[in-house]
């Protein structure tokens, strides 16, 4: 929490997801000083057909789109999760279930990367339910999400 609290970005990104009577969805919240957050969610299905990594990752690319409609974007950026595994699954080389969600994300930042010469983000973790607004934000819209189904 510390480490987000020091952080003085222009723009930070928030993703979560929720599970609610056998529903997942998911959620990304873009915060940008001096503007109204920027909000896009999914609905992913039954909690018996996804998981919440897969919920996690897409969640990293809902970010990824808000990071591409933003005009002018600054950087260096962070996205922050509640998922460490989420997190870590991009770091290695190896097929899992879902790893292509993560690839989707990779793909989506590598654009934005080719569109911006001063391009620099880092996916941060942090605590879930730890009241940090931009988390609870993405948790709330998720949660929203997921029961609206």
């Given at each position: ?76 950026l962070f996205i922050f999760i509640d998922n460490q595994a989420t997190i870590q ?61």
């Amino acid at each position: 929490i510390a480490d987000h609290t020091q952080n003085n970005d222009n723009i930070q990104v928030y993703c979560n997801r929720s599970g609610h009577q056998g529903n997942i969805g998911t959620a990304a919240v873009l915060f940008r000083a001096g503007k109204s957050p920027h909000v896009l969610h999914y609905y992913l299905g039954k909690d018996d057909e996804h998981t919440i990594f897969e919920a996690e990752a897409v969640g990293l690319s809902l970010a990824a789109q808000l990071i591409t409609m933003e005009e002018d974007p600054t950087f260096l950026l962070f996205i922050f999760i509640d998922n460490q595994a989420t997190i870590q699954s991009g770091e290695g080389f190896y097929s899992h279930s879902g790893a292509y969600l993560i690839d989707c994300f990779c793909s989506r930042m590598k654009k934005i990367a080719k569109e911006h010469n001063d391009f620099d983000s880092m996916v941060h973790w942090i605590p879930g339910h730890s009241e940090v607004h931009g988390n609870e934000e993405a948790d709330r819209h998720a949660k929203k999400d997921a029961e609206g189904h």
